[in-house]
């Protein structure tokens, strides 16, 4: 299946068909929240669903308790103009730009019964930020909705997440993301090899692609990857000779974190992890990775370091 099952025909959701469906439950039975909140890491559609969200809050015709697509509020929320949705991250945060919010959120709607505030990124604001907000939030105006997107929730307070509903967006499926990827215009050869290379995470797939160096870093890490699967130390070492600067060096430093979170998240769960190691080999690279992550910078000898860091990540499997 390449889409969910909602009917919006100008939105497409890939892989969400767990959230419409309780989305559609809620209101069906007249118990949409008044604060949401998308979990998940960057990429795999959370902006995406937060307009779908939106239009839910505001359809005028809804079918089935799913937005229609096609009613006035529908299409305008779709082209980004519609004057009762509000996207309130703009540039950055700022404790004034999120006092502001807060004073437009007691006034009424300009064109529905409702307002919708999606907060992007929340992760971003300070906690200063997020107490100017939390009023709001405790005692919200029958006339005001809240989405909040989020990629890393333990920068967010708990007064803040205990008064939203926490919906974490589901990883995609391969075949999910093929279909997202040729949906939004690359052929199918690339979008598949991309998925086999990349993962199943659409937006990061994207701006690998429009970048030839990240690309070449992503080449350079499965490599290492594989070699810390194989426990094949040279062929890691011949991978890293690619890092011919410090910034390629951070750069795969980078991914490589990631593949071994990823890999403790999915085993967490039951999955297969990209890297098929036990967890305790998977935290030691952990430790291993944010050790170098945290050099980011320094005036390192970059020669010296392509045979550093798998000496050091292969010290920790021993």
């Known amino acids: 299946m390449s889409a969910s099952n909602a009917s919006c025909d100008s939105i ?40 779908w969200c939106a239009m839910l809050y505001l359809c005028r015709e809804p079918e089935n308790n799913m937005p229609c697509g096609r009613c006035r509020s529908c299409r305008n929320i779709i082209s980004g103009e519609h004057a009762d949705v509000i996207y309130a991250k703009g540039e950055k945060y700022s404790k004034e730009s999120v006092r ?16 919708v505030f999606i907060y ?73 090899r991309a998925v086999e290379l990349y993962g199943t995470n659409p937006g990061r797939i994207r701006d690998i692609l429009s970048d030839e160096k990240r690309i070449k870093l992503y080449d350079t890490a499965k490599k290492v990857t594989e070699a810390l699967s194989k ?18 060096l951070y750069g795969v430093i980078t991914i490589l974190y990631e593949n071994v979170t990823e ?16 967890k305790a080999r998977l935290y030691a690279l952990y430790e291993v990775l944010s050790g170098f992550a945290l050099m980011d910078g320094t005036n390192i000898n970059v020669k010296l370091m392509q045979a550093y860091i798998p000496a050091k ?6």
């Open 263 to 278: 890999s403790l998240r999915v085993l967490e769960t039951g999955g297969e992890p990209l890297l098929c190691l036990t």
């Open 120 to 192: 992007e990124d929340c992760e971003e604001m300070t906690e200063e930020q997020q107490n100017v907000l939390l009023k709001a939030i405790e005692e919200p105006s029958k006339y005001n909705r809240y989405i909040f997107t989020c990629s890393n929730t333990s920068q967010i307070l708990e007064t803040i997440k205990s008064r939203l509903v926490c919906i974490p967006i589901s990883d995609m499926t391969a075949e999910e993301c093929v279909s997202c990827l040729e949906y939004n215009g690359y052929d199918s050869d690339t979008a598949k």
């Open 313 to 318: 990540l292969f010290a920790v499997l021993q």
């Open 100 to 115: 502001d919010n807060v004073c437009f959120a007691s006034t009424l709607p300009n064109d529905s019964d409702t307002r």
């Open 12 to 51: 497409k959701l890939f892989g969400k068909q767990r959230e419409t469906a309780l989305l559609a439950e809620t209101a069906e039975s007249d118990r949409l929240p008044h604060g949401i909140m998308l979990t998940g890491e960057k990429g795999i559609g959370k902006r995406t669903f937060a307009k």
């Open 231 to 248: 426990k094949d130390e040279y062929s890691a070492a011949v991978a890293m000779t690619a890092c011919t600067t410090r910034e390629d």
